[in-house]
C-alpha cells in the first residue's frame, strides 16, 4: 500500500480559483486541477514551496502550531535560525530581537545554529569515512524529499547526521532535564523559514520522531516582533543572555555555508530547478568525483525561504556582515551555558536511519504492466498538442497522457482535442486521429524518437 | 518488449547524454530498481560519448523486456585499432580539446564493462564500432 505523506502545504478549495500557476512550477508535477481547483499528489510533494510562492491568491497556507500553544510550557525556548535575524533592517540590532522575542512570550532564545559546533566535524569525519561519494547533504529537507521520489538511486548517498536544529532541540531538551524540569514541561519552538522545515519536523525521514516540539512560520514571529520593536514604548527591556554565534554558524544556511568547511570536490547548488538539473546528470556520469554536495531547493538557501519577509539578497548581506563581525571577536575563550557542554551526549544522538526511496515515476509496479501503460501513453501523445498550456489541469501533455492511462482523466479534458472532434463531428477514434495528424502534422512526437511498442 | 532508436551526430558535445536521460526517464516509470538503472544509464552514457568524441555519427538502439536491457550502438567512424588495448583503463586517443571537456580519460570501455552483464566490441578501422552492452534485470 502506498503511504501518505504529511504535508505542511495546503491548499484552500475556498480560495483557490484553478489559476494552474502552482502546478505549472511544481517541480515533481504534484499538482493537478480538477474541477477548478488545485489538488495535490500527497505522495509526490515534496514540500519545497514553490506552489506557495506562485500562488496569486494565497490559497496555499503553510500549516503552523498555534502561537498560544507555547503558553503550555514553563520552559519555552524559541529555536531561532540565523536567517531570522537576517530579516531585520541593519539598524535593529541582535539584542532588540533577542528581547522581544521574550516580549512576546519565550522564556529563552536559542539560536539553532550552535549546534554547527558539533555538527561541522561530525560531518567532516562522515564524509572521510563514506565510500557513497559524492555525500549529499541533507540539510534541505525539499531536497531530502526531492531525491527520495525522483532519484531513488542517490539516497545512499545521504549523510546520515541530524540538522542544526535537531542539535539545538537535543542540546536544550537535555539541558533543562537536568535543571530539573520534565519532558512535558520543556516547549522547544522552532521558527521555521519554509514548508519544507516544518514537514521535517512533524514528519521526519530517517528518525522517529524530532524533539521539537512546534514550530512556528517565521513571517509570523517575524510581524510580531518588528511591530513589538516599532512600537516601543517602554522605559525597560529584558536582555536575554546571549551567546555570540561563530561566524559558521551565521552563514551556514547560506549557499556554500556547509561546503566551504569541506575539504576535497564539493559544489554548492541553490534552487530547486537547478539541483534538478545537476542531479540529472550526475546520475548519467560516473566520473563526477565529487566528495560532498551541497544542495538547497530555494534560490540564496535558506535566505531565501518561503516564509521569509525580507529581500534575500539584503539577508545575505546582513549575514556576511554578523558572520565578519562574530569573527574579529575574541572567540576562544570558552563561555559558560554552552551547547559544547553537552558535546559527547549531542553527538551520541545525531545520528540518522538510512533512508528510503519512495519512487514517484513508476507507471505500476509490475514491470510488464508498466510497459503496457508506457505504450498506451504514447499512443495518446500522438493525439495531445504538445502545447503543455495546462488547461487540462495536468502540468503538460506527457501528464496529461500519464493521467489517462492511470485512470485519473479523460482525453477530452485537452481543449484541442475536444474542439477539434466536436469542429470535425468525428467520434470514432481511428477518425480522430486523423483529424488530429492533419493539424498537427505527423511526426509531431515521433520526431525525434522513433518507438515501436 | 519495447524497441527504441536514437540517432546521434559525432562532435555534438552539447547533446551528448540526452538518449540516456531518456532511457533513464522510461526506465524509472518501468520501475526498474535504481540501482540497475544506474548501472545501464553509466554505460550507455559512456558509449554515447564514446560516438560523440570519435565518430562521425552513430545509431543507439534499446529494446527493453522484463528481463533484460540490450543496447546496442552502431556508429560510422574510424573504429578502434586494437579492442583489447582501448579496453584497458587510461587508455585514451582523445585529444586535448576532448579531454579539456572531461571526455576522454580512457576510462570509457573498461568503465562500461564494469557496469554491464554482457558487453561486446567489434570493430573495423576505418568504418567503425558496434557495441552491444546487455544488462539483466532479475537479479
Excluded at chain 2, 84 to 102: K, W
Aim: aromatic share 8%; net charge negative; charged share 25%.
Amino acid at each position: 500500500m502506498e503511504q501518505t505523506f504529511y504535508h505542511a502545504l495546503e491548499i484552500k478549495p475556498d480560495q483557490c480559483i484553478g489559476c494552474t500557476h502552482c502546478m505549472k512550477v511544481c517541480p515533481t508535477e504534484a499538482i493537478r486541477v480538477e474541477k477548478g481547483k488545485a489538488v495535490l499528489f500527497e505522495n509526490r510533494c515534496v514540500d519545497c514551496g514553490e506552489c506557495f510562492r506562485a500562488c496569486p491568491v494565497c490559497a496555499i497556507i503553510i500549516e503552523q502550531d498555534d502561537f498560544d500553544k507555547i503558553f503550555d510550557y514553563p520552559v519555552r525556548v524559541a529555536l531561532v535560525p540565523s536567517v531570522f535575524i537576517g530579516q531585520f533592517p541593519e539598524e535593529i540590532s541582535t539584542e532588540e530581537i533577542y528581547s522581544e522575542l521574550m516580549e512576546i512570550g519565550f522564556t529563552h532564545v536559542f539560536e539553532v545554529e550552535h549546534g554547527v559546533e558539533i555538527l561541522e566535524n561530525e560531518l567532516k569525519n562522515y564524509i572521510a569515512k563514506t565510500e557513497n561519494k559524492p555525500a549529499i547533504s541533507p540539510y534541505c529537507p525539499a531536497i531530502v524529499r526531492l531525491i527520495q521520489v525522483k532519484f531513488p538511486a542517490l539516497v545512499e548517498n545521504f549523510v546520515l547526521l541530524k540538522q542544526p536544529v535537531d542539535a539545538a532541540a537535543i542540546y536544550n531538551k537535555k539541558k533543562f532535564l537536568d535543571a530539573g524540569y520534565q519532558h512535558h514541561e520543556i516547549g522547544l519552538f522552532y521558527i521555521s523559514p519554509c514548508a519544507a522545515k516544518i514537514a521535517a519536523v512533524k514528519s521526519p525521514v530517517g528518525e522517529k520522531f524530532s524533539e521539537v516540539t512546534g514550530v512556528i512560520n517565521m513571517n509570523v514571529v517575524f510581524n510580531m516582533v518588528y511591530t513589538g520593536i516599532k512600537q516601543a514604548k517602554k522605559e525597560t527591556c529584558i536582555i536575554p543572555y546571549r551567546r555570540s554565534l561563530k561566524p559558521k554558524g551565521v552563514v551556514w544556511s547560506l549557499t556554500r555555508g556547509e561546503s566551504v568547511n569541506i575539504s576535497g570536490r564539493s559544489l554548492a547548488i541553490d534552487g530547486i530547478h537547478n539541483v534538478i538539473e545537476f542531479l540529472e546528470k550526475l546520475e548519467n556520469d560516473e566520473r563526477m568525483d565529487f566528495d560532498f554536495l551541497e544542495l538547497r531547493a530555494c534560490d540564496e538557501s535558506c535566505a531565501g525561504g518561503v516564509l521569509t519577509t525580507g529581500n534575500r539578497f539584503l539577508t545575505v548581506e546582513r549575514l556576511h556582515k554578523r558572520a565578519e563581525k562574530a569573527g574579529k571577536k575574541h572567540m576562544n575563550t570558552y563561555d559558560h551555558d554552552s551547547i559544547m557542554d553537552y558535546h559527547e551526549y549531542v553527538t551520541s544522538q545525531l545520528g540518522l536511519e538510512k533512508v528510503k526511496p519512495r519512487s514517484m515515476m513508476k507507471l505500476d509496479d509490475d514491470m510488464l504492466e508498466a510497459m503496457k501503460k508506457m505504450k498506451k501513453v504514447h499512443e495518446l501523445m500522438l493525439f495531445l498538442p504538445l502545447v503543455d498550456c495546462g488547461t487540462c489541469g495536468s502540468p503538460n501533455c506527457a501528464s496529461l497522457a500519464e493521467d489517462i492511462v492511470q485512470g485519473r482523466a479523460n482525453i477530452t479534458k485537452c481543449i484541442f482535442v475536444k474542439q477539434t472532434l466536436e469542429d470535425r463531428k468525428v467520434f470514432s477514434f481511428e477518425e480522430a486521429f486523423k483529424s488530429l495528424k492533419d493539424i498537427w502534422g505527423e511526426d509531431k512526437f515521433n520526431k525525434k524518437w522513433q518507438v515501436n511498442l | 518488449m519495447m524497441n527504441f532508436k536514437y540517432h546521434i551526430e559525432g562532435g555534438d558535445f552539447t547533446h551528448a547524454g540526452s538518449a540516456s536521460s531518456q532511457v533513464k526517464k522510461m526506465l524509472k516509470q518501468l520501475n526498474v530498481d535504481p540501482g540497475i538503472i544506474k548501472r545501464i544509464v553509466v554505460a550507455l552514457y559512456e558509449a554515447e560519448v564514446n560516438i560523440v568524441a570519435h565518430a562521425y555519427r552513430g545509431d543507439i538502439e534499446i529494446d527493453i523486456e522484463t528481463d533484460k536491457v540490450f543496447i546496442k550502438l552502431v556508429d560510422q567512424g574510424p573504429g578502434i585499432k586494437d579492442i583489447n588495448l582501448a579496453m584497458q583503463e587510461g587508455y585514451s586517443t582523445a585529444s586535448q580539446m576532448v579531454r579539456d571537456m572531461g571526455f576522454g580519460a580512457g576510462l570509457g570501455l573498461p568503465n562500461m564493462k564494469k557496469n554491464s552483464d554482457v558487453l561486446n566490441v567489434q570493430s573495423e578501422v576505418g568504418k567503425g564500432t558496434c557495441v552491444e552492452i546487455t544488462t539483466f534485470l532479475n537479479k
